[in-house]
């Protein structure tokens, strides 16, 4: 259980590869979208030959990004879940990829499915009527040139950890001396070609079925409005600690439960696809089915990563002890400020998550009435994060159809709410936070130099030999360590951390912030990984 647990981590990591790219993607094309909206920028620049040309070459590539998500999904699922040899199960994974999609074209085509045969027009002539033609239709696509089932971002993540698996398996397989030089790494590639076609032949037969049963799960949420909205919120605060909400995210962001609209009789599926569709062909989504998407993305979140966790951290530092107050001011400022500005809320999320259930739940129910109260006010504001780049780029430059003011009006009022709320359960229940140790405890050790950080890191895991890998997402460094009684909490406090979690007997993450990235690869090469 506990390995499986593992794995599921390392899937949730991998996750953020791609959707780490697509965000910063996502804002140069709500920038581009604002830039060619006459309402914001005026006639005379909309009319500006060179400009829009600019603009529209960045609107194309954002968008080839986005039509192009389920092999960018296929090429990190390997990438996160490989033993070895990363390199080739990415390699694999875009043939694996390739490969089974041809597994189900071939299929559909004994069944005389083509690109040709499912056009509304060539439906309407077998017997069909227009709006069931239009649905059948747009349940296929051609994905690098192949007709095959509109899968979206879950074919992606089917090949690839179907291909991660034969690499897993085989990447050390050796070969009679004869083939001797297809053995190993090579042999990766070579039995992914030929498995992953059958298991394109077995999707093309029980996709529809599976389609239809995610597709219901969507119909229930999207009847469920602003209910909906608020179990999400609440769920993805709730599975912080595990690291588990990315995958809730993603089942939102690119499968039929966060929504489904139709673009030149194509199918696309999830919140977040069908509010960057909405970017890059303006006017072929209505802004309704927009709204319907958005309930699950930026907008529900800005109240509480721009106002109401700022406040809890203020919250936080007047409740520290006076003589703890300038360690906690420079602890909780710097999580204020990233939350405000990036929605990035984890250095001050577990100032509190483990050591009051109370604040935890508060925060997480909290979040989900956010997201139910921005849908019932009909905003229309998308991406990921919810600090204040996605408010500017996505809800002011959006223009007046977003409602991007009452984020701004229910942030006043969650301030006050957080900021009171917190203080009063902190003081009521006697909560540790920072600041607020028992004086029976050690007290945190001062903070180690920059210089000494790498090697107090490594320290703290246990030394070198008990570090077996070293990763890292937007926040949190995450190694797999061979026994976890060598790791020391202190020690890794002492390095600038905001918390350590123990997700596995093997598998320890250590919350740093967005700075992480920069201490990871530190520690890669002092391992000499890097």
Excluded at 364 to 389: C, P
Excluded at 440 to 465: F, M, Y
């Amino acid at each position: 259980m506990k390995d499986f647990t593992s794995k599921v981590h390392a899937f949730g990591k991998a996750l953020m590869m791609p959707i780490s790219v697509i965000a910063a993607a996502g804002i140069f094309l709500g920038v581009a979208a604002a830039m060619q909206n006459p309402a914001i920028t005026g006639d005379a620049f909309a009319n500006m030959h060179t400009p829009q040309l600019i603009i529209g070459f960045i609107r194309k590539v954002a968008g080839a990004l986005f039509a192009n998500l389920p092999i960018f999904f296929a090429v990190a699922s390997a990438i996160g879940l490989a033993k070895a040899e990363k390199p080739t199960a990415a390699f694999a994974s875009v043939i694996g990829f390739i490969a089974m999609h041809v597994g189900i074209s071939a299929t559909l085509a004994a069944r005389g499915l083509t690109a040709q045969t499912t056009t509304p027009e060539a439906l309407q002539q077998a017997g069909m009527d227009q709006t069931t033609a239009m649905m059948t239709s747009a349940e296929y696509i051609e994905m690098l040139g192949i007709f095959t089932f509109n899968m979206s971002v879950l074919g992606g993540v089917i090949a690839g950890l179907l291909t991660v698996m034969l690499h897993n398996r085989f990447y050390t397989q050796q070969l009679p001396t004869a083939i001797s030089f297809f053995g190993g790494r090579r042999f990766v590639p070579i039995v992914t070609v030929v498995v992953l076609p059958l298991v394109g032949v077995l999707l093309a037969m029980i996709w529809p079925g599976i389609g239809a049963g995610i597709a219901w799960v969507g119909e229930f949420i999207g009847k469920s409005g602003q209910y909906g909205a608020f179990l999400l919120g609440t769920c993805e605060r709730l599975l912080i600690p595990t690291g588990l909400h990315h995958i809730l995210n993603e089942t939102v962001r690119f499968t039929p439960i966060g929504g489904i609209a139709t673009v030149d009789n194509q199918t696309i599926v999830g919140a977040l696809n069908i509010f960057n569709t909405s970017l890059t062909h303006p006017g072929t989504i209505s802004d309704e089915t927009v709204r319907e998407a958005t309930q699950f993305l930026a907008q529900g979140k800005i109240p509480v990563m721009m106002f109401g966790l700022p406040a809890a951290a203020l919250a936080i530092y007047h409740t520290a002890r006076p003589e703890h107050k300038q360690r906690v001011k420079a602890l909780v400022l710097a999580g204020a400020l990233t939350s405000f500005t990036t929605g990035i809320t984890e250095p001050l999320e577990f100032c509190f998550i483990f050591v009051s259930p109370v604040l935890y739940i508060m925060h997480a129910l909290l979040t989900g009435l956010s997201f139910m109260l921005m849908s019932m006010l009909h905003l229309m504001i998308g991406n990921v994060q919810g600090g204040a780049i996605d408010l500017v780029v996505f809800g002011i430059l959006g223009g007046g159809k977003t409602h991007w003011w009452w984020a701004l009006v229910l942030g006043a009022i969650y301030a006050p709410l957080y900021y009171y709320g917190f203080k009063f359960v902190i003081k009521r229940m006697n909560v540790e936070t920072p600041g607020r140790e028992s004086e029976e405890q050690e007290a945190p050790a001062q903070v180690v130099s920059a210089n000494e950080r790498t090697k107090t890191i490594i320290s703290g895991l246990g030394g070198e030999g008990n570090i077996e890998e070293v990763d890292c997402c937007f926040t949190r460094l995450r190694v797999r360590v061979k026994d976890m009684k060598e790791v020391v909490d202190q020690t890794l406090m002492t390095t600038g951390a905001n918390g350590v979690n123990r997700v596995s007997d093997h598998d320890v993450q250590v919350i740093y912030g967005p700075q992480v990235e920069k201490i990871a690869n530190e520690v890669k090469t002092a391992l000499g990984v890097a």
